[in-house]
Nanobody, 122 residues
Framework: QLVESGGGSVQAGGSLRLSCTAS???????MGWFRQAPGNPREGVAAIDSGDRTTYAESVVGRFTVSKDNAKKILYLQMDTLDTKDTGIYYC???????????????????WGRGTQVTVSS
């Protein structure tokens, strides 16, 4: 089970940190963050693989940082310099097995949280 938290409303230029708490250990799992804006398909934002290598969507490079706290079983997404285009529901996802390539394809993940809303206003 994956449960996201930390969403909310913020003005453009501000920051938020999302958390995704897992019910099982995440140390070996490849995980990712996705988002979906109204009327748009779900898109990959950031991912971290089983070796802690990361990848990011081009639109968030330099602004978002994904990380894991394996002891606490929490996946984080630090979001800085937020823009109105970052508004959407943010989901975390986990791949069941070890993967040593971070991926932003939703089809590569089997487990999903229910999402947390992020709203960025101008």
């Amino acid at each position: 089970q994956l449960v996201e938290s930390g969403g909310g409303s913020v003005q453009a230029g501000g920051s938020l940190r999302l958390s995704c708490t897992a019910s099982v250990g995440i140390a070996v799992h490849s995980m990712g963050w996705f988002r979906q804006a109204p009327g748009n398909p779900r898109e990959g934002v950031a991912a971290i693989d089983s070796g802690d290598r990361t990848t990011y969507a081009e639109s968030v490079v330099g602004r978002f940082t994904v990380s894991k706290d394996n002891a606490k079983k929490i996946l984080y997404l630090q979001m800085d310099t937020l823009d109105t285009k970052d508004t959407g529901i943010y989901y975390c996802a986990a791949h069941e097995y070890v993967r040593y390539t971070p991926t932003l394809f939703s089809s590569d993940y089997e487990y999903w949280g229910r999402g947390t809303q992020v709203t960025v206003s101008s």
